[in-house]
């Protein structure tokens, strides 16, 4: 009988400063209190306020203590677990509001209508057992699916749920499965973008590590509404920690017959496998990720045919994100209805967005697409930093767009972005005060799309080049007017004349940037 | 395939469903600027040059990608699509050094016509470049980076045409360079000098040594001929200028080879510098003089009426030489034949194209060394093995197409191969004389679905054995001997004829030659007309290049007069 | 070729595979296995798997993760993407060439550290942010990022600052 769950935050840096120490001198003072049967041990990557990290939370309760050291575990056993009183001195830090912790399920309910679909189970369950997942309705879209559906139904609930794509492009994800679905094709694939590499963004990689059956659960019901029985998951190179926790995942499931050959003896099989990256940016473009799985350089491919017609191994392939697919089992869950009724009417459901920069709270939030700009900052960020003022966002990562203050009260989703020249993109927020130098941000931005350009296409290749040149002169003040008229011709061209998405978003941060803060630009010629 | 209909500037034009923009616009005869597409390789559509304005697309579109489609309307030269190329354009302008007075190419670029085409007179942006390494590391053609536009048309040909995968991109970005095997020095790599990159770049990056600076595309003269270095008979395309020989390219969509070469077809005749003979001479008082062709016919026919000759090929001359020299030595009295041995007849099966290699799924190469004798058929069945098709080699001793086969076994084992074949639908094997006969029993259960190709080591092995030639071995009975043909330098032939009296028809010194009693000079393949018939017995014709020395006879010519003055 | 190589290769095929598709995996384990691919290990992979060399050298350049040249005993990768430059990164960038004393991209002449570029890591709630091999160090400054590379510096039993 489990009375109580402990969670160690086990991301890079918990585990940097100790955190498996913290956790084995846990498990060893509840063994020698006896208490090993009735208090489970586990990771959680979820834990975004550093100062107290290695965290410790201690469930049903929702303690949350930090930073704890193995010393400090021990005296949290005798207390917490073992006498049943709060370690008060361990507690996190008062600063350490609910709604800076923002990830931390204990807090949830409080926090200011944050509305969960896809982090709902993030902190709260141990993403290395399935049983956790199981308990929170884990599975059961797929069971009920298989038992009581046709594939036809679950792409229809999922098509009439709007869900669109949350890779950034924002396309409407029953479509791209019914592409796939009507191909006559007998080998299909199911792809899960996990190559999450926009700066800024870390969304996918929680969801990974916080609650990975979600995604295979997602995966396994699109295989079921396409026709398809092989998925694979590309995962940033980067993401060990994900990588292993979807491994273990993938393994227990297998063993549950949740997914593999004829689940819960349904007839449908299902395999998932896993495929790391190796460092390229470029790969989160789904070309070029088909490529990099298939063994080679991520160069994007020529399009059409698109991977819905000729994708992984030249046959129809889904290719969908990771928060995408989290969304999948609770639609089937809750029906389409239920989705549509979240969110805006363009544009419905939630929205996981990472909040960076000049707030005082940074970290990871989800909430219902329309959220205004202002809102997510005053409500989640805990208001500028410092007092300051706010001078722009930039939404969506490097491939993002440069907010000024007058689109602080858009709200927030696909249709309504796109209608003022913004895109959500990946859902990172970087907010920046008054002190942010324009140039220096585009500057900054040009030089990574230079970095992680492919090579394949000129104006990307060599364009960028010349942007990231002309962008330097500025910034040290010997660029003439004709050069800032020229950066602004190439952004234009490399724009409209690059062969993918990257060398097309390259020169937005330019472009945004000299839409709204033109005067920025011109101020640093000739100085 | 059906028929597709558009508008490409305005002009109806008939497409077929499949085809690209740009590739019904060729067919239109609407001219849209491309660098990185070249017809015979893959599609890339980098370069951007070829972008069009498509009515209910967004943005412009890679004419070379973007499939036709019923009821299109293409605009090629809006004022978009052309500031876009002029950027593109001033773009690898800046990218790297094209200074194109300084260069090789310049009057035969491709970049730089673009340039002209769209009025670059300057350089729009600054030129970051910095100096790269000139890589004069193989003997037949340089790799200058600094000219390079990363188009990757080498790096396709190398891979597409030439199966060959020495050539790729390092890096990424703007550090892209294109390089060999493990970045290594060319001449150090894998490359096997067919030159097939060299014919498809597009600027001065890959520079062949013998013609660079020898004229400007606008000088020079292209006569098509077929390669006579081997059995396979590749079209060649001669390039010649003021009766110099300047280089030699393939022709796309030719038969056999479609373009590709070997090294010995497109570089090695440029290079050859034996003493050509080309004059007649007749052995007196033991020395070789010249003399006048009446002369040296004379005393050709003088000797043949005397009976006891031997005639014997090399067999790398015309159908209509060896005709004639069959038919020469018949009215002599004499025995003739070939020097070089023949590949066995298998009694079984199709004789194939060379282009059924292509299409086989599965590919035998038995007693036989394509990769050193007949290169392009090497280089065929290794695009094979990239497609997917099994390769199995069965021999002894090294082969090296064993380095990219599925098997290689002994003639012992060939059984095996049989038996890894039964499920194949097109089985084609490549043989020569090397094959054991009990190798060509146990392939017979093949029969049905096997298409052979005989590589004989003859180079027109086909033109003499319609004229009737075999092999034939000298006897020492003969007093007389005839010798047709250009590389006799086997020195166990010359020890043989040694006492006998040997006239010698050939175009270059060699032993055989120095201890002959009569030569007779001839043309070389540049120089030659005529026919040849290939290992597939196609006939294909021969042009003259250049023109012959003026006292050097074509042979066919000489063997008819000879053979009238008996 | 060295035994220990080949081994290695081995080890990786047996987990991802020989087919043509395992390459971009098979070289970046490898690669973190040896810390960079020598000629010898790409020659190798190349034969055991049939590519051509040319196939796995320009796979292997085009990856950040992947390294053709050997790096220092401890590598630095530091993130200098729009997050964490806006919370200072510019001047960590700084700090961390003139404590290594060497520029972004090099490794020093005694073969302690090599000093990388990197793209984000996804820990920009703490930006700055650097990876010294595979620990992350958060919310840097320059007293911070003197003080860690000190404590490496005595772990090694290397004196002094560069």
Sequence with gaps: MIRATVLVSGDPLSLSRGAEETKLALEAELSFYGLEDEVQVGYTGQVTRTDILPAVIVYPEGTVYGPVTPQDGAFIVEEHLYKGRVAQKLVAPSEVSPESVVALPAVSDVLYGQQRIVLRRVGVIDPYSIEDYIAQDGYFALGRALEKMTPAEVLNT????????????????????????????????IVCNADESEPGTFKDRHILEGDPHAVLEGMALAGYAVGAHEGWIYIRGEYVMAKDILHRAIQQAEELNLLGDNILGSGFSFHIHLHAGAGAYICGEETALLESMEGKRGVPRIRPPYPTVY???????????????????PILLNGAEWYRGIGTKRSPGTKVYTMLGDVNVTGLIETPMGTTLHEVIEIYGGGMKNGKAFKCAQTGGSSGTIIPADLLDVPMDFASMAERGAGLGSGALLIADEDTDIVDLAYVLVRFFKTESCGKCTPCRVGTRQMLEALQRLKGGYAKKADLARLEEVANYVRSASFCGLGQAAPVPILTGLQYFREEFEAKVGS | MSEVHLKING?????????????????????IPVLCYHPALSTWGACRMCLVEVKGMRGLQSSCTTPVAEGMEVQTDTPDAVEVRKFVLELLFSERNHYCMFCQMSGNCELQDAAYRYGLDHFTYPRPYEKLAVDASRKYFIMDQNRCILCSRCIRACAEIAANHTLNLRGRGAESMVMADLNVPFGESTCVECGTCLQVCPTGALIDAHSAYGGREKDVTHVQTTCMQCSVGCTLDVVTRYSRLLRVDGVWDSDPNGGLLCVDGRFAPLYDNRKRLTKPLVRKDGKLVEVSWDEALETTAGKLKAGHVEGLALCATTNEALAAFAQLLAKAGGKAGTLEPVAPTLGYGTAAAVSDILDADFIIVAGAQPLDYQRVIGYFVHRAADKGA??????????KLSERATMTVSYADAAKVAEAAA?????????????????????KPLADKLFYL?????????????????????????????????????????????????????????????QADVVLPSPIWCEQTGHVTNLEGKVFPLHPALAKPEMVRDEAEVLVKLAKML | MEKGVTASVEKFIERYGDSPEALVE??????????????????????????????????????????????GKHVIRFCEDAPCHVAGGREIWETLEREVGVPFGETTLDGQWSLLP?????ACAVGPVMMIDDDIYGNLTTDKVHEILARYREADGVGGAA
């Design chain 2, 11 to 31: 002009k109806d034009v008939v497409a077929q469903s499949g085809q690209t923009i740009l590739e019904a616009a060729m067919t239109a005869d609407i001219d």
């Design chain 3, 118 to 122: 990197t793209s984000c890591i996804g």
């Design chain 2, 390 to 399: 099994t390769v199995a080699v069965i021999g002894e001793g090294e082969n």
């Design chain 2, 454 to 514: 005989a590589l004989s080591p003859a180079r027109n092995g086909a033109g003499a054995r319609a004229a009737g030639l075999k092999p034939l071995s000298p006897n020492g009975a003969a007093t007389q001997f005839v010798l047709l043909g250009e590389q006799a330098e086997d020195e166990g032939l010359a020890a043989k004829l040694q006492a006998a009296f040997t006239i010698v028809q050939a175009s270059y010194q060699s032993p055989l030659v120095e």
């Design chain 3, 26 to 71: 098979i070289l970046r384990d490898m690669n973190q296995y040896q810390g960079y691919l020598s000629r010898e290990s790409l020659t190798a992979i190349a034969q055991r798997m049939r590519l051509p060399l040319s196939t796995v050298y320009s796979v292997a350049s085009f990856y950040s993760l992947i390294s053709l040249k050997p790096l």
């Design chain 2, 423 to 443: 499920g194949a639908k097109k089985v084609v094997l490549v043989y020569s004389v090397g094959i054991k006969p009990k190798a060509i029993t146990a392939l």
């Design chain 1, 158 to 189: 999922v098509k009439s749920s709007n869900l669109q794509g949350r890779g950034g492009a924002g396309f409407p994800t029953g479509l791209k499965w019914s592409f796939v679905a009507t191909r006559p094709e007998s080998v299909k694939y």
């Design chain 1, 311 to 329: 994708g992984y191994h030249g046959m129809p392939t889904v290719v969908n994100n990771v928060e995408t697919l989290a969304n999948v089992a």
